[in-house]
């Protein structure tokens, strides 16, 4: 079983930049494609962005985009998430997660398409 461990959020200003890390455990890394999801109080689970197992296609949410980049280091068993021009309404809890099927490429994905998720790591972007 996979673990999974987010780190690098924290407390921004409007407008400002984070680059959050999930790293993960096991051998087969590589194989999955990755997500990062978030979740604000009160709010449903939303996805956010999704690489593939070999890095060279990627999916954002509309919300995110030109904003957001999702990138990953299969060296480093790790998948990242730089975050630019931060606004208010990014405030949440930031998880990343594996795909369940190995080797799989969506061009839209959803949160029942993950699974192993991390504990999580708060954004807050605030003045």
């Known amino acids: 079983q996979v673990q999974l461990e987010e780190s690098g959020g924290g407390l921004v200003q409007p407008g400002g930049s984070l680059r959050l890390s999930c790293a993960a455990s096991?051998?087969?890394?590589?194989?999955?494609?990755m997500g990062w999801f978030r979740q604000a109080p009160g709010k449903e689970r939303e996805f956010v962005a999704a690489?593939?197992?070999?890095?060279?296609?990627?999916t954002n949410a509309d919300s995110v985009k030109g904003r957001f980049t999702i990138s990953r280091d299969n060296a480093k068993n790790t998948v990242y998430l730089q975050m630019n021009s931060l606004k208010p309404e990014d405030t949440a809890v930031y998880y990343c997660a594996k795909d369940r099927v190995q080797f799989r490429w969506r061009s839209y994905y959803d949160t029942p398409d993950f699974h192993s998720w991390g504990q999580g790591t708060q954004v807050t972007v605030s003045a």
């Open positions: 096991g051998r087969t890394f590589s194989h999955y494609a």
């Open positions: 690489i593939s197992w070999n890095g060279g296609s990627t």
